[in-house]
């Protein structure tokens, strides 16, 4: 007697669920890139309602995002900038940027060492006179054979980078006068040093002589070429031969 009922009590069950309404597994939709009678236009997918705006997408501070004002580049920044800003530009500057322009901004990174295109000196009376607003929107859109970096830098760390770029400026052009009432100097040689550094870790860059990197001609091309491989270039190493010509000369659009 257990076990038929046991029996009949599964067989119940069995049809119960074979009974069970698939409404929501068989329920009618649209298939994504689908087309449809549905609707008049005969698309499935919906366009945006006109006048909304996604969810994280409300750019209400357009110079933020920009970098322009009124169409021209504006030259302020949009947030304070903090000691935290500073070493955040600085940080991200070290990832993205030095491999073009150099930890000093002279435009000498290693890849253009061996032959990429020369990058901008930010340290040039035109790139000291420009705007706040250039260098992100350069960052943002990228410029002559810069690449855009919208896609792997926040815009928050643009700005923060825009920070640390002038600073870079003013550091080469610093005078005692511009610091605090009080404040203490002291020869960078003598800071490398108690930190075990040798002296001249902290001595001053130049962007390299002509006689080291080649003839006029192919200065002109962007070719940072030796003309004795026993010559040295400005970090005292010995500086590299281009690895391959660029395929078009430097135009005006250079960084």
Not at 132 to 154: K, R, W
Not at 174 to 201: H, K, T, V
């Amino acid at each position: 007697m257990r076990r038929t009922a046991a029996a009949s009590v599964a067989l119940l069950a069995t049809l119960t669920l074979a009974g069970c309404r698939q409404d929501m597994h068989d329920q009618p939709k649209f298939i994504p890139q689908r087309g449809t009678q549905f609707f008049a236009d005969g698309r499935s997918v919906r366009p945006q309602v006109e006048n909304t705006v996604a969810r994280g997408q409300l750019r209400e501070n357009s110079y933020f995002y920009t970098g322009m004002m009124n169409g021209k580049e504006g030259d302020a920044m949009p947030f304070p900038v903090s000691q935290q800003v500073l070493e955040r530009g600085q940080e991200r500057f070290n990832v993205y940027c030095t491999p073009c322009h150099s930890r000093v901004g002279n435009g000498e990174g290693m890849i253009v060492m061996r032959g990429y295109r020369p990058a901008g000196n930010f340290h040039t009376a035109r790139m000291m006179s420009a705007p706040l607003g250039h260098f992100f929107y350069v960052m943002t859109n990228g410029y002559g054979a810069m690449p855009e970096y919208a896609s792997q830098i926040p815009t928050q760390d643009r700005w923060a980078i825009v920070a640390y770029i002038k600073a870079l400026q003013l550091s080469q052009h610093a005078q005692e006068s511009d610091a605090a009432a009080g404040a203490q100097f002291e020869p960078l040689g003598n800071i490398a040093e108690r930190e075990g550094l040798p002296a001249d870790m902290a001595k001053d860059w130049k962007m390299p002589p002509t006689a080291v990197y080649g003839t006029p001609n192919n200065q002109d091309n962007g070719i940072p070429e030796l003309a004795n491989p026993n010559d040295k270039n400005a970090i005292g190493q010995p500086a590299p031969r281009a690895l391959e010509r660029p395929t078009t000369p430097a135009g005006p659009n250079k960084r």
